[in-house]
C-alpha cells in the first residue's frame, strides 16, 4: 500500500585526494560533500565529524564518528571507516541494566566491541550530527535541546566504561554540522535529532515542492541498493501511491499541529524512551493524538482507495522502532523484542479507544524492562467475544506473563488491530531512511498480507482466525495463525527430584551416557582444529564458506562441530574473535527438505513464514550489504535428506556462503564421503567447494581413550574389559554409541550380579562378554530352537522341499507333502492344512520365512530368510 | 458361548442335594458364574498376571531400566523382540504394574502409547503424541498446525527439558517394525536421539514380532538406538506347559467359595493327569508354544461348564480341539452343491494329471463330462451355463483363484485358474460330505480321473 519515499542523495569527494594508498588502490579524501538532489543545501562531512549511517531502524540511525574517507581508483566506491557508537536502543535490553541508571534518551556510548564492520559504505550516511562528551558525574543538559547526542560511557558489550577522552579527542565538540542553512528536505532538518526529525516533519506543514521532489525520486532509490539492505524493487510501483499520501500526510500534519501544538509525537517517543519523563499533559496528548489516529484508521480500513483522509501515522512505530533494533552482539533478544513491542503497540491501541492514559505508563514500564518481561496489561476489561478471552487467558496462563487479564476487542477492533501494525510499518518506511530489510519485503506484499505472515508471534496470538483467513496470502496466514507455537512447549517439569547417582556403577554409568557431555573430546583433536580454524578465520575475516564433513555414524561429527562452537563462543567472550550467530539445523528434524529456510529464518531473526517466503527473505539478507552484520555459522546435520529433485534447497545453502556481504559459514554433515559426487549436481557440488573433511571410524585404542576419559578415573572397569568392547566395536563398526552403550549395559549385568555381595565390584570380562552377547549375537538361532516342534518340522520340510527343487523359492502346497512325509517319519499325527498354515504365517511373522501375502493360501511362495545351515545348526543341537 | 441357567435356583437346589457336604456354601450356580468370571478374565487377557514365570529376568531387566528413567532421568531405548503370543505385551504391562506402584515413579512418569497399526505414518503419530503428553492446551484451540509445526513444536518441547529436572517420558511403540517403514524413519529418529541427547528423559520401548527388526532401522537410526533388545523366546518343554495349563485352570485361594474352589481346583488336577488330556495338549504344544493358543482351547471348554457340566471333562477338550484344528477349506467344502463338488473333483484331477499346472473352465468342463459319459447317469447333466456359474461361485468363495495376469481380456470360459485346496483336504471333505453320491465319492478317490 503505502511505499516509504526516499530522498535520493548525491554524494561527492570535496576537493582532491588527500593521499593514494599503493597498496590497497585507493584514494583517501578529507571530506564529503551530501546533497539531496534539487535541494540547495549541502552537508559536508569531514573526518573527525560524527555521523549517522543508515541502519535497520530509521528512527535511530547509527551514529558513528568518521576516522577515514576513501575511495576507489575509479571513483565507484566511495568507502568510509568509522567508529561506531551505539544507541541504548542497541544494547542488549539484558545488559541494560549494568548502567545502572536509565539512559538519558540522547545517549550514546562509545563502541568498543569487536564484531562489527568497520568498514561502511559512504552512501549510506545520512546527515551528520553533534556528538558532546560529558564527563562521568555531569548531568545530562537539558534535554530540549535534541540536536545533540552524548557520550558519557564505552560499551564493550559486557561491561560500560567511563571513556577515556583520549578516545574522543581529535575534536571534542565532536562535530560540527555543517549545515548551510535550514532546509525543508527530511534528510537534512538542521534542528530536529535524529529521533525526532522525522515526526516533526510530519508535524509541521510540509511545503509541497519536498513532497513533489520526494515523490520523483522514489525511483532513484534503486541506486541506492548497495547501501540499504531495506530497500526492495517493488516500491517503485507505489512512490505514486506515497506521493499521494504525502500531501495527506500534510493535511494531517496542520491538523494534529492544531490538536497537539507541543508536537506530541515527538514527546511520545520520548516518553517511551525515557520512562523517567513521565508528564501527565503528554499522555493527555498522546491519547488525543491515538484517538484522532483511530479515525483514520477506521477509514482506512473500510476504503482501501488512497484518499487524502488516509493518513500516516507516526505515533504508532514509534515505540517499535525504537526496540526493533538491537546490538548484532545480542542475538537472542533480537527475536524476542519485535513481538513484545506489537504487544505494546497493541495495548496501547486498544485503551486509546477507551481513553486509557493509563497505558503510557505502562508501556515505559515495559519498555524500559528487560525484553522477557511481560506486557504490563491495562486494567481487566470485559471482552466481548469469547475467543479472544479465550485466547488471551491462554497466552496469560502459557507465557506466564500477564498479571492482569489482557483482553480484545469486539470483531471490528481485531481487523483493525492489523491495519494499523501495517500501516505503522508501511508509513514508517515511506522516509528516507530504510527499515530493516525483512520488513521492507513485506511491505511489498501489502496490508492484509503482511498482516498474516509478518507480524510477529505473539501479535498472531491476540489475532483470531477471523481476521486470517481473510488474507490473501492463505497459506502463509493459515501457518502463522494456527501455528503451535504459541506458548513455548514443554514437558513439565517432575514432581520429584531426580535421584542422584549412589555407588560407583551408577556414577559410571551416567558419565557413560551418550548424552552426558564430556568434558573434552578425545581422539577429535585433529578435526577439531581443522574445523575451528576455518570457522575462525571466516568469522574474522568476515567472509563466507561452507564445509563438507563425513563419516559413518557415531564417529563425533556433530560432537565435534559442537565442541568448536563453544571454544568459539568462549572466545568470543573473551573478545579474541568478532561475536557469531550459530544456528543448526537436521534434516531428519524436519518434514520436508523447504523446511530448512523457514527452521533457518526462524532460528535467525524469529520471524515465522512459508518455505517460499522464507527462502526469498534469506535470499534477501544474504544478498544485500548491511553494515554491522555479524557472521553466521550454519550447521546442516544429515544434509543428504535436504535432496531435492532439482536441489534448490542444496544449492541455496552452498550459494549463500559465496554472496559477497553474506559473511555466512556453512558446515555440513552427512554419513557418505562422496556425497557430492554421488547425489549432487554439478553447480552444487562446485559451490559445496572442496573443504572436506572426513571422520574415519574410531580405532580400537581411541575407544578406549573416549571410555576412559568419560570414565574420567572412575575406577569401575577392568582394563580387559575396556580394551574388550573397545576391540570389539572397533572390528564392527567403530561407532563410539555402541561402545557408550555396551559399556553401560556391563555396568547394569555386574550390578544384577552383585546383589547379594554389598562389596565393590569392577565391571569385568564376562559382564561384557554378556552384554556383547545380548546385543549382537543373532536371534534367528534361539528362535529356531525355541520354536515349537511343528514350527520346526516346517522349516525342516522346506529346507527339504529346497534341496528336492533345487531352488530356493517353493510353494506352499509343495512344502506341505514334505512336512506331511516328515510327520509320519516322526510318528506325529498328521495335520490339516489350515494348521500347517497357522505354522506357516507365524514363522513368517517373526521373518524365519519371507512369505507372499497370505490371501494366496496354499499357492503362497515361501523363501528362507536365514541360512539353511544355521537351521540345520539349530536343529541339530536339539 | 455362556450357557444360560434357565431354572438356577431349581438346579443348583438339586444340585446341592446330590452334593450335600456343599449345602452350607453358595448355590452351584453362582459359584459357577463366579468361575466363568474369574477364568475368563485370565483368559482373554483382561487381568495382567501376577507373575510370569518364563520371563523373571527379561522382567528384572525391563524393570531396572525404566525404574532409573523415571527416577534417575536416564535416557533409554529398548525392544522387545519375540513371536506373536509370546507375551512381550504381557511382560511390558506387568513391568508397568509394578513400577507404577511406586509413589515416586506415579507423580513423575508420563506415558505415551503409539501402536504401529494405528499411527500408520508419523503426522498421526505426532498428533498422537501430542495428545496424550497434553500438550495440545498449549497449542490452542486450533485443531494442529501443519505436520511441520508438529515436529517443531515437539522437539522443542523435548529439547526444553533436561535430565534432572523434567518429567520423564516413556514412549511404548507397539508394532515397532512398522514405524520403521514410515518416511526417512523420522519418529524413530528423532525419539531415539532425545534418548541419546541431554534433553527430555525419554524411554523408548519397542514391542515387535520381526526377529531382523535391526535390519529395518536406517544407519543413523540405528546408531542411535541402544541395542538392547529383550528376547522372549519361550524355552518351555511339555511338563512345564502341562503346568501353566493346571495353574490357568485353577481358582486362586480367595474365591469366595473355598470348598467349591478346592473341587474344582482338585479336579482339574486330575483333568490334566488324564492321558487322552494329555495328549490333546501335546498335540496343541507341538502346534505352538505361545499362550493365545492355548488360551483360545481352554476358553472353548470353559464355555461348556454349565450346573448340568459342572467340570471339564477330556471329552470337552477333545471337541474344543477338534473346533481348533478344523481345516477351514474343507468346512468350506461341505456347504457345497454337488455340481460344485464335482467341478472340485474334476479340478483335482487336473491336477493330478497336469501337475499342478493351472486350468480353465473348458477343461474342468470336459473332465466332468468324461465322468458323466463313464457313469451314464443323467442325474447330474447339467446345461453349461448351469455349470459355469457353478464355476464362478468356486472362484467367489476363492476356492479357485485366477492366474496373475491372465484376467480381464480372455473369455471365462478360457481364464486360467489355479486351485487353491490341497487333494488331502478335497478328499477329507469327501469323507465328510453328508450323503455324497457313492460314484462322485468313488471318482473323488481314485488316482485317476
Known amino acids: ?234 516500491l517503485n510501483a507505489e512512490s505514486l501511491d506515497s506521493k499521494i499520501k504525502l500531501s495527506a500526510s500534510k493535511c494531517l500534519g496542520t491538523k494534529r499541529k492544531n490538536a497537539s501544538a507541543r508536537t506530541p509525537g515527538v514527546r511520545k517517543r520520548l516518553e517511551l524512551h525515557s520512562p523517567e519523563k513521565k508528564s501527565l499533559p503528554f499522555k493527555d496528548a498522546l491519547s488525543q493524538l491515538l484517538d484522532e489516529e483511530f479515525e483514520s484508521e477506521v477509514e482506512l480500513a473500510q476504503k482501501l482507495s488512497t484518499s487524502p483522509p488516509q493518513l500516516l501515522h507516526p505515533t504508532y512505530n514509534l515505540t517499535p522502532r525504537g526496540k526493533m533494533h538491537t546490538t548484532p552482539a545480542n542475538s537472542d533478544s533480537i527475536s524476542l523484542k519485535p513481538s513484545l513491542v506489537i504487544m505494546n503497540k497493541l495495548s496501547v491501541y486498544d485503551m486509546d479507544i477507551e481513553s486509557q492514559t493509563r497505558a503510557v505508563s ?61 500501516k505503522a510499518l508501511s508509513s514508517s518506511s515511506d522516509d528516507d531512511e530504510m527499515i530493516h530489510g525483512d520488513e521492507s519485503v513485506q511491505v511489498k506484499k501489502g496490508r492484509r498480507c503482511t498482516a498474516g505472515t ?35 512447549p514443554t514437558i513439565p517439569s517432575r514432581l520429584i527430584p531426580a535421584r542422584h547417582p549412589v555407588n560407583i556403577l551408577e556414577v559410571a554409568r551416567t558419565r557413560l551416557h551418550v548424552s552426558s557431555v564430556p568434558e573434552s573430546l578425545p581422539c577429535r583433536e585433529q578435526e577439531f582444529q581443522d574445523i575451528y580454524s576455518f570457522v575462525e578465520t571466516k568469522i ?58 523457514v527452521q533457518i529464518l526462524e532460528k535467525l531473526t524469529g520471524q515465522k513464514a512459508t518455505a517460499d517466503h522464507a527462502a526469498s527473505l534469506l535470499e534477501k539478507r544474504f544478498t544485500n550489504p548491511a553494515p554491522r552484520i555479524e557472521t553466521t555459522v550454519l550447521l546442516v546435520d544429515e544434509l543428504d535428506l535436504l535432496w531435492t529433485r532439482k536441489q534448490n534447497v542444496m544449492y541455496n545453502l552452498f550459494d549463500w556462503p559465496t554472496r559477497r ?59 580387559d574389559a575396556l580394551q574388550l568392547v573397545s576391540r570389539k566395536v572397533a572390528a564392527l563398526s567403530g561407532d563410539a554409541r555402541r561402545c557408550l552403550d555396551i559399556c553401560r549395559r556391563a555396568t547394569e549385568l555386574c550390578e544384577h550380579s552383585a546383589t547379594n ?122 | 458361548m455362556d450357557v444360560p441357567y434357565p431354572a438356577k435356583s431349581f438346579q443348583s437346589r438339586v444340585i446341592m442335594s446330590k452334593r450335600k457336604a456343599k449345602g452350607a456354601s453358595k448355590p452351584i450356580g453362582e459359584c459357577i458364574s463366579q468361575l466363568q468370571k474369574c477364568l475368563r478374565e485370565r483368559l482373554c487377557h483382561n487381568r495382567i498376571p501376577s507373575q510370569l514365570e518364563a520371563s523373571e529376568a527379561q522382567h528384572k531387566h525391563l524393570l531396572g531400566l525404566l525404574q532409573r528413567t523415571a527416577n534417575n532421568g536416564e535416557s533409554n531405548s529398548v525392544l522387545i523382540i519375540g513371536p506373536r503370543g509370546s507375551g512381550k505385551t504381557a511382560l511390558l504391562k506387568c513391568v508397568l504394574r509394578d513400577l507404577l506402584q511406586e509413589k515416586e515413579v506415579q507423580k513423575n512418569l508420563l506415558q505415551v502409547h503409539l501402536n504401529g497399526l494405528l499411527q500408520t505414518d508419523d503426522r498421526i503419530a505426532l498428533k498422537e503424541i501430542t495428545r496424550q503428553l497434553n500438550l495440545e492446551n498449549v497449542v490452542g484451540d486450533k485443531v494442529f498446525g501443519s505436520f511441520a509445526e508438529n515436529l517443531v513444536f515437539l522437539l522443542e518441547a523435548l529439547k526444553k527439558g533436561d535430565r534432572s529436572t523434567t518429567r520423564p517420558v516413556l514412549f511404548v511403540l507397539d508394532e515397532f517394525d512398522l514405524f520403521a517403514h514410515h518416511k526417512n524413519q523420522t519418529l524413530l529418529y528423532n525419539l531415539l536421539d532425545v534418548s541419546q541427547s541431554a534433553q527430555a528423559p525419554v524411554a523408548v520401548v519397542g514391542l515387535t514380532c520381526r526377529l531382523d527388526v535391526l535390519e529395518l532401522l536406517e544407519k543413523r537410526v540405528k546408531s542411535r538406538f541402544s541395542h538392547r533388545q529383550i528376547h522372549l523366546l519361550s524355552t518351555l518343554s511339555f511338563t512345564q506347559y502341562l503346568e501353566q495349563v493346571a495353574s490357568q485352570l485353577s481358582l486362586p485361594d480367595d474365591f469366595p467359595d473355598r470348598e467349591f474352589a478346592l473341587d474344582w481346583n482338585s479336579s482339574m488336577r486330575r483333568f490334566c ?56 477349506k474343507s468346512n468350506m467344502l461341505h456347504g ?57 461361485h468356486l472362484q467367489q468363495l476363492e476356492l479357485i483363484r485366477p492366474v496373475d495376469g491372465s484376467s480381464a481380456k480372455t473369455q471365462r470360459e478360457y481364464q486360467l485358474m489355479n486351485l487353491a485346496l490341497d487333494s488331502s483336504q478335497i478328499i477329507e471333505a469327501l469323507h465328510k460330505y453328508p450323503q455324497c453320491p457313492t460314484d462322485i465319492k468313488q471318482w473323488g478317490m481314485s488316482a485317476f480321473g
Open chain 2, 273 to 328: 493327569e488324564d492321558k487322552s488330556v494329555e495328549g490333546i495338549l501335546q498335540r496343541h504344544f507341538n502346534s505352538s508354544k505361545d499362550f493365545c493358543s492355548l488360551h483360545m482351547l481352554l476358553m472353548l471348554c470353559l464355555s461348556r461348564i454349565s450346573t448340568v457340566n459342572p467340570t471339564i471333562k477330556p471329552a470337552d477338550i477333545l471337541e474344543a480341539s477338534r473346533l481348533c484344528f478344523s481345516d477351514a
Open chain 1, 1 to 234: 500500500m503505502k511505499a516509504r519515499l526516499r530522498v535520493r542523495r548525491v554524494y561527492k569527494w570535496q576537493g582532491e585526494p588527500l593521499r593514494f594508498d599503493r597498496k590497497l588502490k585507493n584514494f583517501e579524501y578529507g571530506s564529503l560533500i551530501i546533497s539531496v538532489e534539487g535541494l540547495p543545501r549541502r552537508n559536508i562531512i569531514n573526518t573527525g565529524h560524527c555521523i549517522l549511517i543508515e541502519g535497520e531502524d530509521e528512527d535511530n540511525p547509527y551514529v558513528a564518528k568518521v576516522i577515514k574517507l576513501f575511495g576507489d581508483e575509479g571513483g565507484m566506491q566511495k568507502k568510509a571507516i568509522v567508529q561506531w557508537f551505539v544507541r541504548a536502543s542497541e544494547v542488549p535490553v539484558s545488559k541494560l541494566p549494568l548502567l545502572g541508571r536509565k539512559p538519558h534518551p540522547q545517549e550514546i556510548f562509545y563502541y568498543q566491541g569487536r564484531g562489527c564492520n568497520e568498514e561502511v559504505n559512504a552512501e549510506s550516511i545520512l546527515r551528520p550530527v553533534q556528538v558532546k562528551q560529558l564527563d562521568g558525574p555531569a548531568a545530562f543538559p537539558d534535554s530540549s535541546d535534541k540536536d545533540t547526542l552524548y557520550v558519557k560511557l564505552s560499551w564493550d558489550t559486557k561491561t560500560f566504561k567511563m571513556v577515556d577522552s583520549a578516545l574522543l579527542s581529535p575534536s571534542t565538540p565532536l562535530c560540527c554540522p555543517k549545515a548551510c542553512h535550514p532546509n525543508s528536505s527530511p534528510s537534512s532538518l538542521p534542528s530536529g535529532t535524529p529521533a525526532s526529525r522525522r515526526v516533526k516533519q510530519r508535524a509541521l506543514p510540509t511545503p509541497d515542492p519536498a513532497v513533489i521532489q520526494q515523490a520523483a525520486s522514489a525511483d532513484h532509490r534503486h541506486t541506492e541498493a548497495t547501501t540499504s539492505p531495506g530497500k526492495d524493487g517493488g
Open chain 1, 362 to 422: 505502562s508501556l515505559t514500564e515495559v519498555d524500559s524492562e528487560s525484553s522477557l518481561v511481560p506486557l504490563a496489561a491495562p486494567k481487566p476489561r470485559t471482552s466481548k467475544r469469547k475467543s479472544a478471552q479465550l485466547v488471551s487467558s491462554r497466552i496469560k496462563k502459557q507465557l506466564n506473563l500477564l498479571d492482569e487479564q489482557q483482553n480484545l476487542d469486539s470483531d471490528t477492533e481485531d481487523e483493525q488491530e492489523f491495519v494499523p501494525s501495517n
Open chain 1, 540 to 597: 574474522i575475516d568476515g567472509t563466507g564458506g561452507c564445509m563438507y564433513i563425513s563419516g559413518v555414524p557415531g564417529t563425533g561429527k556433530t560432537a565435534t562441530v559442537h565442541e568448536v562452537i563453544r571454544c568459539l563462543r568462549n572466545a568470543a567472550n573473551m573478545n579474541e574473535i568478532p561475536s557469531f550467530h550459530f544456528i543448526e539445523i537436521n534434516g531428519m528434524k524436519m518434514t520436508d527438505p523447504h523446511q530448512a529456510y
Open chain 1, 757 to 878: 555381595t554389598s562389596t565393590r565390584r569392577l565391571v569385568g570380562m564376562n559382564h561384557v562378554m554378556d552384554a556383547l552377547n545380548e546385543m549382537f549375537s543373532s536371534s534367528f538361532i534361539t528362535a529356531v530352537k525355541s520354536a515349537s516342534v511343528q514350527e520346526q518340522l516346517f522349516l525342516r520340510a522346506v529346507i527339504a522341499e529346497f534341496r528336492r527343487l533345487g531352488l530356493e523359492e517353493a510353494t506352499f502346497q509343495q512344502v506341505f507333502i514334505q512336512h506331511q512325509a516328515l510327520c509320519r517319519v516322526e510318528g506325529l499325527q498328521s495335520i490339516s492344512v489350515s494348521e500347517v498354515l497357522a505354522v506357516c504365517q507365524r514363522l513368517g511373522a517373526c521373518r524365519l520365512l519371507l512369505l507372499e501375502t497370505s490371501r494366496l493360501g496354499v499357492l503362497q511362495r515361501i523363501r528362507l530368510n536365514i541360512s539353511q545351515d544355521d537351521i540345520l545348526y539349530a536343529l541339530k543341537s536339539d
Open chain 1, 454 to 488: 509478518l507480524v510477529p508471534r505473539s501479535k498472531k496470538n491476540l489475532s483470531t482466525t477471523r481476521t486470517c483467513r481473510k488474507t490473501p496470502n492463505k497459506k502463509g496466514a493459515a501457518n502463522t495463525s494456527h501455528t503451535p507455537r504459541l506458548g513455548t
Open chain 2, 336 to 392: 457345497l452343491s454337488i455340481l460344485e463338488l464335482c467341478l472340485v473333483i474334476a479340478m483335482k484331477h487336473l491336477n493330478d494329471v497336469y501337475e499342478g499346472e493351472p486350468f480353465n473352465f473348458q477343461m474342468v468342463h470336459n473332465e466332468f463330462k468324461k465322468f458323466l459319459q463313464r457313469k451314464s447317469s443323467s442325474v447330474y447333466n447339467f446345461e453349461q451355463p448351469v455349470v459355469m456359474k457353478a464355476f464362478e
Open chain 1, 661 to 719: 556481504h553474506s559473511r555466512l559459514v556453512v558446515l555440513t554433515i552427512a554419513n557418505t564421503m562422496d556425497l557430492p559426487e554421488r547425489i549432487m549436481i554439478n553447480r552444487v557440488a562446485s559451490r559445496l567447494g572442496l573443504t572436506r573433511m572426513s571422520f574415519q571410524p574410531y580405532g580400537f585404542k581411541q575407544l578406549q581413550q573416549i571410555i576412559m576419559s568419560r570414565l574420567n578415573k572412575v575406577k569401575a572397569f577392568e582394563d
